[in-house]
């Protein structure tokens, strides 16, 4: 999509320093961080949310959630323990509408998150 700023990040049209980058997924921090360690975790693909995913898609959900794992073990949230955010549609607060994980970690998270 033209105007998609992750679309745009994918084809490097907008630099960001990449932390994870595969033939499929992308991890970059998070410009307005919400934790010690916030890193956004998308697929290359255009995917509007989870509820535009295809049965093809699925395997990409796996792939992103293992980049997760691997993520989480490098930047030392892993022990301690991290959050994983899908902000799913308007009322979910998604505001970039290209799927995307939110990794958050590195401090205590309360409840309710909002």
């Known amino acids: 999509m033209q105007d998609c700023i992750f679309c745009k990040i994918a084809a490097k049209e907008i630099a960001v320093e990449l932390l994870y ?3 499929e997924v992308l991890a970059f921090r998070d410009i307005n961080p919400q934790a010690p360690v916030h890193v956004l975790i998308i697929p290359k693909k255009h995917v509007a949310s989870l509820l535009e995913m ?14 997760v794992r691997q993520l989480a073990e490098e ?4 022990e301690e323990g991290f959050r994983l955010v899908v902000n ?9 509408h290209h799927l995307h ?3 958050l970690g590195g401090r205590f998270m309360t409840w309710p998150p909002g």
Request: aromatic content about 4%; proline content about 0%; glycine content about 16%.
């Open 21 to 23: 980058e595969d033939g």
């Open 54 to 67: 295809s049965d093809e898609d699925h395997a990409l959900l796996i792939r992103m959630h293992g980049v």
């Open 75 to 78: 930047l030392g949230i892993a």
């Open 88 to 96: 799913t549609r308007d009322n979910g607060g998604q505001t970039v």
């Open 101 to 103: 994980f939110h990794l």
